[in-house]
Nanobody, 125 residues
Framework: VQLQASGGGLAQAGDSLRLSCTASERTFYMGWFRQAPGKEREFVAAITGSPKTTYYSDSVQGRFTISKDNAKNTVSLQMNSLKSEDSAVYYC??????????????????????WGQGTLVTVSS
C-alpha cells in the first residue's frame, strides 16, 4: 500500500491548513502522526472506516478535524487555529484490517503498517 500525502506548507499562528493523504488500496484505519525536530513521532489524529470513529490527541482536540472518504481511500486533516508548536513533519499512516483492540491502542505507531513520506508544516508566530 502506498500513501501519498499533500498539503502542508508555511502558515502563521492562527491560520488554517489542510492535509490530505490518498492510499493506493482500501484501508480501514487511517491517521496522522507528526515529528518535530529532536522529538519522537507522536500521534495526532485517526479515523476508522465504518462507522467513522475519530480520535485526537489532547494537543489538537478542538482545533483539528480528521475526515475520511472511503470511496476515494483518502483521509484529510483540517488544521485550524495553528500554533507554533504544531510545526512538524506530518506523516499519514494506515492499517488495512480491522482489529478488536484498536480503540485502546489507536495512538500507537506500531499499529499502523503503512506510512506516507511526510509533509512539512511550519507555523510562524
Amino acid at each position: 500500500v502506498q500513501l501519498q500525502a499533500s498539503g502542508g506548507g508555511l502558515a502563521q499562528a492562527g491560520d488554517s491548513l489542510r492535509l490530505s493523504c490518498t492510499a493506493s488500496e482500501r484501508t480501514f484505519y487511517m491517521g496522522w502522526f507528526r515529528q518535530a525536530p529532536g522529538k519522537e513521532r507522536e500521534f495526532v489524529a485517526a479515523i476508522t472506516g465504518s462507522p467513522k470513529t475519530t480520535y485526537y490527541s489532547d494537543s489538537v482536540q478542538g482545533r483539528f478535524t480528521i475526515s475520511k472518504d472511503n470511496a476515494k481511500n483518502t483521509v484529510s486533516l483540517q488544521m485550524n487555529s495553528l500554533k507554533s508548536e504544531d510545526s512538524a513533519v506530518y506523516y499519514c499512516a494506515a492499517r488495512l484490517n480491522r482489529i478488536l483492540y484498536y480503540s485502546s491502542n489507536y495512538n500507537s505507531r506500531a499499529l499502523y503498517s503503512y506510512w506516507g513520506q511526510g509533509t512539512l508544516v511550519t507555523v510562524s508566530s
